[in-house]
């Protein structure tokens, strides 16, 4: 079983070394899967197609006249998501430490590309897809990830500046501004959001002091501000926010039904399948407010396991950076803690969002909502925590052992 494994993660197994110590060892490390970042990541890939299965089952009819439409897709989505991710665990995260810049590029390029006329398709008022035959490609949700590599190879070769210099802190931040306006051309306020804010704390956890970041909150506030004030569909937004039944059959429709579907759902749900909300009142229940169908159809219980397993995963993500950390791989270290803040926030906006906390936002839940970009990107993120994890396993076994 060592030696499949160690083929899988570009090892070549030594079979005269068999019977060294140092061939037991890495016998027990070679496996490269965490068990905690792996059993968490397809429980939730499982719970998501269930659960898609379920909330799409009218929409499905309604649209294409099979009950099982979305969910065929999603198992198909999911199927490629898995195969990508199996790819990816094969790549040496020095690779994607050489390539930081180059993907950086291909970010810009693709938020770049979406706003060609002709191009980008529009969809409810928003052009963030481009098609490639019977497949759209969603860049922003790779571009989350690029921004990651950038980042972690940024803050690896700009270190000391990051912490002791406003410049080497500044820079980034412009990078980042840039995409950021990129992204609200589409509009995409949502991944913009969730892009600067993961930054925000990637950065911190690599070294820059507080002191820095009092201004760049300030002017993030204050950029959030303007948006609002040129875009009035965002004021409108917040004020249904703060009063969803003020107009609950028009701006706060969404939220107001998906408060419904918590109601009715109580500790233990209705049942699975069984969901009121999924029949036509309640807006994209199998993509952005699917967890409001969880919690209808499963209740508290059910919806608290969700809050409760992507915790896990963030938390064991960022163990898994400080463990590259203190092996004094720095780079696999802001790789870990960049993908846990990027998965963490988005689930963290997309709950909040279904649960009244936050204004309503176009975001999917990472790993269980209806979407092909979203899951091959968030499969992706999981892929290389695994990997990470095994370099760091593997630079233990050749400290104890070199």
């Known amino acids: 079983m060592s030696i499949v494994m160690g083929n899988v993660m570009g090892r070549r197994p030594n079979r005269s070394a068999q019977a060294t110590p140092h061939h037991q060892f890495a016998a027990r490390v070679a496996c490269p899967v965490d068990p905690v970042i792996a059993g968490i990541a397809v429980f939730l890939l499982l719970y998501g197609l269930v659960m898609v299965g379920s909330a799409s089952l009218e929409e499905s009819v309604k ?23 199996t790819l990816v665990i094969c790549i040496p995260i020095r690779v994607w430490q050489r390539l930081d810049l180059i993907l950086l590029g291909l970010a810009i390029f693709l938020l770049l590309l979406v706003l060609v006329p002709g191009l980008g398709l529009e ?34 070769r700009r270190q000391e500046a990051v912490e002791t210099s406003g410049t080497g802190f500044l820079q980034p931040l412009l990078v980042l501004a840039m ?38 909150i300030l ?16 004021l409108v937004r917040l004020a ?21 579907a918590f109601g009715r759902g109580e500790w233990l749900g209705l049942g699975l399948g069984n969901s009121i909300q999924k029949l036509f009142f309640l ?13 209808e159809e499963l209740g508290i219980v059910g919806a608290g396991l969700v809050l409760l397993l992507f915790a896990g995963l963030v938390i064991r993500a960022l163990m898994i950076g400080f463990a590259a950390n203190n092996k004094k791989l720095r780079f696999h270290a802001y790789l870990a803690y960049g993908i846990a803040l ?6 963290s906006i997309n709950l909040s969002v279904n649960l009244g906390i936050l204004p309503t936002k176009g ?17 992706v993120m999981i892929a290389i925590l695994l990997r990470i994890h095994y370099e760091s396993l593997a630079s233990r076994g050749a400290q104890a052992y070199g």
């Not at 002017?219 to 965002?234: D, E, K, T």
């Not at 952005?288 to 969880?294: Q, Y």
């Not at 839940?365 to 091959?376: A, D, E, K």
Request: net charge neutral; hydrophobic share 55%; with cysteine.
């Open 63 to 85: 649209n294409y006249a099979q009950p099982f439409y979305y969910l065929v897709r999603h198992a198909a989505y999911l199927t490629l998501s898995l195969a990508a991710a």
């Open 283 to 295: 807006p994209e229940p199998h993509t952005d407010f699917l967890f409001s169908i969880i919690a």
């Open 179 to 216: 995409i950021a306006l990129l992204l609200l051309g589409q509009p995409d306020f949502g991944a913009a959001l969730v892009i600067m804010c993961a930054a925000l704390g990637m950065i911190f956890l690599g070294g820059a002091p507080w002191r820095f970041f009092l201004p760049a």
């Open 123 to 156: 969809a409810k008022g928003a052009t963030r897809w481009l098609p490639v035959g019977s497949f759209t490609i969603q860049g922003s949700e790779f571009v989350k990830l690029f921004v990651i590599f950038y980042l972690a190879g940024y803050l690896v």
């Open 342 to 347: 990027m998965l963490g926030i988005q689930a």
């Open 240 to 260: 249904t926010f703060l009063d969803p039944w003020s107009d609950e059959f028009g701006s706060g429709y969404q939220l107001t039904q998906a408060l419904i």
């Open 219 to 234: 002017a993030s506030g204050a950029a959030v501000g303007l948006l609002a004030i040129l875009q009035p569909y965002r």
């Open 363 to 379: 975001l999917p839940l990472p790993l269980m909502s209806y979407g092909g970009n979203s899951l091959i990107a968030s499969c």
